[in-house]
């Protein structure tokens, strides 16, 4: 008898850990090339990004502390740790977009010389980068970007590729990142929309 594969559910990132409790729906992340279920994301509502949102304040004053040289210094040494797990961050990259793993590859390294180089985008305290695109090096040039000028974020990435997101969120915890700095959260449509409306929050779209 053959096995069906297990399909697993991925966590969020909040305040420094994964967190991984159910969702009031799922939705299948899936290969585009042949079509098979790699995981599933919960769908989260209003509370759940509420605590994410708290989450990322509480992270603002550790993230200030540093001041701009120091937060350079810490995306400095997450390009470092990126670019040593490449490889991993290619395969995720590749089997949720459907890339070859060269290509994946170099989008990693475009990531990691991003974090090296980081240059500051006009965003202050709390923001959310909420966008579709499955491109991890755009969406994470805005990361960046912010990250470098002193906000703390909420990560809503696209359904259908989050896993090099959440990655990079879980790698900024073993380079040492504060907690609450990064945040990963999968928005129901009702949840994101709510988001949008929110004052006081920053929508980097």
């Known amino acids: 008898m053959r096995r069906v594969k297990e399909v697993y559910a991925i966590p969020m990132w909040l305040n420094g850990r994964a967190y991984l409790k ?11 090339v042949t079509g098979e279920i790699l995981r599933k994301i919960p769908l989260f509502g209003a509370e759940d990004v509420d605590e994410a949102l708290r ?35 290619s395969r995720l990259i590749a089997e949720e977009t459907g890339k070859h793993e060269e290509s994946a590859s170099c989008d990693v390294l475009t990531v990691v ?9 006009a965003v202050a305290g709390v923001a959310v980068v909420s966008t579709r695109s499955r491109e991890f090096q755009e969406v994470a040039a805005q990361v960046v970007a912010a ?14 590729s989050p896993s090099a997101l959440l990655a990079l969120a879980e790698l900024s915890g073993r380079c040492g ?27 980097l779209t």
């Open 113 to 121: 010389s991003c974090l090296r180089e980081s240059q500051m985008d």
């Open 22 to 32: 159910p969702g009031q729906n799922y939705r299948d992340v899936c290969d585009p």
């Open 177 to 203: 990142f504060p907690a609450g700095v990064i945040n990963v959260i999968y928005p129901s449509d009702e949840a994101l929309a709510r988001l949008h409306g929110m004052p006081g929050i920053t929508v």
């Open 147 to 160: 990250l470098a000028a002193g906000a703390t974020l909420v990560i809503c990435p696209s359904p259908e």
């Open 55 to 89: 989450s990322a304040g509480g992270g603002l004053p550790a993230w200030d502390a540093l001041g701009e040289s120091g937060r350079k210094c810490m995306l400095s040494s997450l390009g470092g740790a990126l670019h040593d797990m490449r490889a991993h961050f």
